[in-house]
């Protein structure tokens, strides 16, 4: 992760922002049957991937260009799903760490967001059931992160958003 981050500062300089967009959705069994393995997985995938990224790229956001800190969550942070209890473990824990980060130096430096899905993600390969009316795609979902980084978004010191 670190020869990453400083390959990218080495070819673009200072960083302004960065969107952490980590691990994926699951669905099987309920907790209490969980494998160790599967837990391990969806806790590396789902927790400890937003872990590494925040301590790589925290400190070389530029603090004088408004630096921006965001990352994505899932509707399952908020309501506990049952058959995806790791999921909603691991949302509620990535909610706790970027709460954690803003109340620390660094977070006193970056302008923090997380931005929380309230739908599933309609995308070009969507072969699920048909797609509710209300339901985002990606491209929507993108817009709305592109506001959030922006210098000019209208609500700089909310850390907790939802969409839609």
């Known amino acids: 992760m670190l020869r990453l981050r400083d390959e990218i500062v080495d070819q673009h300089g200072p960083l302004r922002g960065v969107v952490a967009s980590l691990g994926a959705w699951w669905e099987g069994e309920q907790f209490v049957n969980l494998s160790m393995s599967t837990w391990e997985r969806i806790l590396h995938d789902n927790l400890t991937a937003h872990f590494l990224v925040a301590r790589a790229f925290l400190p070389v956001l530029d603090p004088d260009d408004h630096p921006v800190f965001v990352t994505l969550a899932g509707i399952a942070a908020d309501h506990p ?5 790791p999921i909603s473990i691991t949302g509620a824990a990535q909610r706790m760490m ?67």
Do not use: C, K
């Open 81 to 85: 799903e049952p058959h995806a209890a």
């Open 98 to 164: 970027l709460r954690t980060i803003a109340v620390t130096d660094i977070g006193r430096l970056v302008r923090l967001h997380e931005v929380t899905i309230m739908t599933p993600i309609v995308t070009d390969r969507w072969a699920d059931e048909p797609p509710e009316p209300d339901w985002l795609t990606g491209e929507q979902v993108g817009a709305y992160v592109a506001d959030v980084v922006s210098p000019d978004f209208a609500r700089p010191n909310n850390l907790l958003l939802e969409i839609p």
